[in-house]
């Protein structure tokens, strides 16, 4: 009898510090400022890895080799306002003008569109299928190095587009390019199959939307209302009664776990509705995040501010 209950707390002991070890997705320690060789407003961030990153500022795309940060050198008068990449050797850029460039592994070219629309901005599936926001409502397609208009188009001014190619979506029970697009007041809509459904949210401008697949997805509006997307419908989010006035950016990490930031250098970190705020270091507008496979995140934001987590 002794023996078994020796075994007993033996094994609960086990437990515990099996139970103990910090998951991959734990809570960033630190936040470290990078040399970003730029006084640019960084509005965009997005990367193949960790030693792979894009950021656009004021027009221009700078790159991260994984030492160091530098302008990529594109014509001047090209004005880029957003990126994707799906490989190291097929990174796109869209603009002002129509403008779509591609980047092959050693040189940027620009494809030819046949528009002058402002492309907003850019979201890809796979290497091959690429959506683009031709317009402020409309959206076009890139697919096997063609681009044509698509049925795609919603009743409100998109801010952001996060998408996945799903497997057996809830609402089709089939396999589908599935989108959700955010923007205007209290528009929150998902595209399955190019079918645009607008759901049902709070109130809110809505600013961004990330999530690791259609099942967790978040998006943040303003004035700091966040929303959580469980793949049928969506739940608001308590924010802290101290939550700074305007939160503007999210990275979903896991299962109802993100980073947000926005104003004042503001970072927060969210894990199944308890948040706790981090040290950024900085009172810059933080203005957008993006996370390498390996859980390395990186935040652009004014002034050249570019900060990376660190363990």
């Not at 697009?181 to 399955?192: E, N, P």
Request: some cysteine; aromatic content about 14%; charged content about 15%.
């Amino acid at each position: 009898m002794r023996k078994n209950i020796i075994q007993l707390l033996l094994l609960f002991i086990f437990f515990l510090f099996s139970c103990s070890e910090n998951p991959v997705d734990s809570e960033i320690s630190k936040w470290v400022s990078m040399e970003s060789n730029t006084s640019a407003n960084l509005h965009t961030v997005w990367g193949i890895s960790s030693k792979n990153v894009y950021a656009i500022g004021n027009g221009s795309i700078y790159h991260y080799n994984g030492a160091n940060w530098s302008r990529e050198n594109i014509d001047s008068k090209y004005f880029i306002n957003s990126i994707y990449g799906a490989a190291a050797n097929s990174v796109y850029a869209v603009g002002k003008n129509g403008l779509l460039l591609h980047f092959n592994g050693n040189s940027w070219n620009k494809i030819e569109t046949n528009t002058l629309n402002n492309f907003r901005n850019i979201y890809g599936l796979n290497n091959s299928t690429i959506l683009i926001q031709d317009g402020i409502k409309s959206f076009a397609t890139y697919y096997n190095n063609i681009f044509t208009p698509n049925n795609i188009s919603t009743n409100f001014l998109v801010k952001d587009i996060w998408g996945e190619y799903s497997l057996a979506h809830p609402l089709s029970n089939k396999k589908s390019n599935n989108y959700i697009f955010v923007g205007g007041i209290g528009s929150f809509a998902a595209s399955i199959d190019n079918k645009v459904v607008t759901l049902r949210t709070p109130t809110t401008s809505f600013l961004d939307v990330h999530g690791t697949n259609w099942w967790n997805v978040f998006a943040i509006g303003y004035p700091a209302k966040v929303i959580y997307f469980n793949g049928i419908q969506t739940n608001l989010v308590r924010t802290p009664i101290n939550t700074p006035s305007q939160l503007i950016t999210v990275w979903t990490v896991d299962t109802k776990k993100a980073y947000f930031a926005g104003y004042n250098g503001s970072i927060y970190y969210l894990d199944n509705y308890t948040w706790t705020k981090q040290n950024s270091g900085t009172s810059e507008l933080l203005n957008d995040i993006w996370g390498s496979s390996d859980e390395i995140l990186f935040i652009v934001g004014d002034n050249g501010t570019i900060l990376k987590s660190s363990n």
